[in-house]
């Protein structure tokens, strides 16, 4: 579909996108439960522990408008017993996904320490109907502002003579007190969550609203099949529930530009939109809208908030990052392409703007051919050089697994800047339609590692990008030349969606450049929860908590009848697939030093063949004990040690081979031999792998 085929020049030397194909139509019934609030001690699971769940502070000086105080939330008991029933709770040792997501000192991104260690103490939450932005006289209209903050965005559009029926939920466990005086016909007590489902006028709702107990009105909503693929896959919704969602982060996207989309403004689709810079870079084009449809749909898998999903749709496409800033760096022209110096002037504006809109993280989901060592390729000095000013680079692997005109098999395909060993390096895994993290396998797609020329070890990890449901950007380019792949919205029961039931808002893609995204997003929540985490120890942790319970093997199919022999090692899976909740969980730090977590290097022994790791003397992976190579890549992927300590990778493909096959002096030798095939292993238009 992309016609970017895989981080590859082909003619006239252009820098592609790493879209290829179409994505999974997933689908997502994300509960907004209590996002902005904190919890005191809550029980944790059956051990009968207790851990200290700590929510986000919010940082003041990135939000312009009064907001009240966070709140307690009454929810931690019902956020723990539904933890208790996700499937994928118990892929993890202890309580590290159905307890708190991380109980060390939370600081928001960009933030001045607090106090002497930085934290702001779980017994500092204030009430909010005790607002001090109130004033001594209590007005009105600051009431009805407090009252307003309770009811979900959604019901802001109901008729006031239209009954809706509605959770209520409350801070302490309701009394008939109350609700006293207000015209509800009360249908059913939930003390799970300390609620009442009731029905009442739309009129009536900002009354409801203003009782002091009363914390959150939301609707009854219906429970679709499953929450979204990808979402669900990572672990995402469960930070999402305990707070963290990219609040106050901003996200630089380099890519075709970001159209104007409902998703990607403020909650309730209201104004200011959350994309809050924008600026071309192409040449004689100087329109930030997305000519091409690749830069919406990277932009909604960070910080889509599935405004116009959230009821008309099968699913909820909701982004890993719901609440991020988005700063629009079009680099990419309505055919997806461009150049070094585009790319290269949109992160170095990325880095001229990083104070202004706390740009944390730089997505790019684009990449070309390997010409030459990282150390000298240009593209790799800048994503270097924005690594070093403090901002996370998160690069797509590139789509050409496929290609085998070498015999490789896919291996040593990865592109450029991908190949650079600072940034995160991104796979694209397949979900095959659910949304199991267990489930997981590599897509036959994506582009391998070692890196040609410096034989680096990429990519760092796998995240989902097989058929990827996310933002369409009307008119551009992708949708107009594949209408297949447009996502519409259904009738009230979800029997039946199509054309006749409104535009599509979302279409499905497949590639790397769907992958990178996720992390990316997930790069945000880390920096929410800790704003003093430096891009190493954000790397460092999420390679670490990746998730290594995949077999070893696997056969993947495409959708022209090709089927493909797919073994999970270093190679192709890196360190694991990504585990938000675990990163989010972990306290394990990094050295704060650029370069702590460079990618190591492999290294081919000519006698015995064998292939082992070597890391950068400065790096963290030579800490035998928190960081060792067995820790953060996994057993799976390695096979004993040298007698000389290092580790030895595990595989039997053509990377072992000897030096008379023609794939050895493909991926060992010092040569470029990469043309046009490469480009063309996902060819525009292709639906990535089926979901078997």
Known sequence: MSTSKGHNVGEGGFLKTTTWGALIAASVAAIAWGISSYSPLAPDNADGDEVAVVRPVEDPSTDR????????SFLTDALRHAAKLNPFSASRTGNAKNAALSAQAQIPAGAPLRNANGWKPVSHVDDPNQNPTLGAQGSEEAKAAVAARKISPDLKSVKPEASVDVIVQFHQPPSVADLLGEDVNKKAELPLVKAELVSVKGANLSSLASHANVAYISPNRGVKGALDHVVTAINADIANANGWNGMGVGIAVVDSGIGSVDDLNSDGNVQPSRVVYSESFVNGDSSTED????GTHVAGIIAGNAYDSSTAYQGVYRGVAPEAQII?????????????STVIAAIQQAIALQSTYNIRVINLSLGRQVYESYTIDPLCQAVEAAWNAGIVVVVAAGNSGRENSWNTNGYATIGAPGNDPYVITVGASDLHNTGSQAAQTVASYSSKGPTLLDHVVKPDL????????SLMAANSTLPKTYPQYAVYPCNITHSACGSQYGPAQYMRLSGTSMATPAVSGAAALLLQQNGQLSPDQVKARLMKTSWKGYTHFYNAYDTHGGSYSLQHDIFAVGAGYLDVAAALSSDDLAPATPGSAKSPVVVRDPITHAIYLVADPGSVWNDSVVWGNSVVWGNNVLAGMRVTGESVVWGNSVVWGNTLNSAYSVVWGNSVVWGDCVIKTLSDGDDGDLDQ
Request: glycine share 16%; hydrophobic share 25%; proline share 9%.
């Open 65 to 72: 408008t009064p907001t009240a105080p966070k709140r307690e």
């Open 291 to 294: 000519g091409y449809g690749h």
């Open 462 to 469: 796998v995240a989902p990008g097989n058929r990827v449901v």
């Open 328 to 340: 629009n760096l079009r680099a990419l022209d309505s055919t997806g392409s461009g150049t070094d």
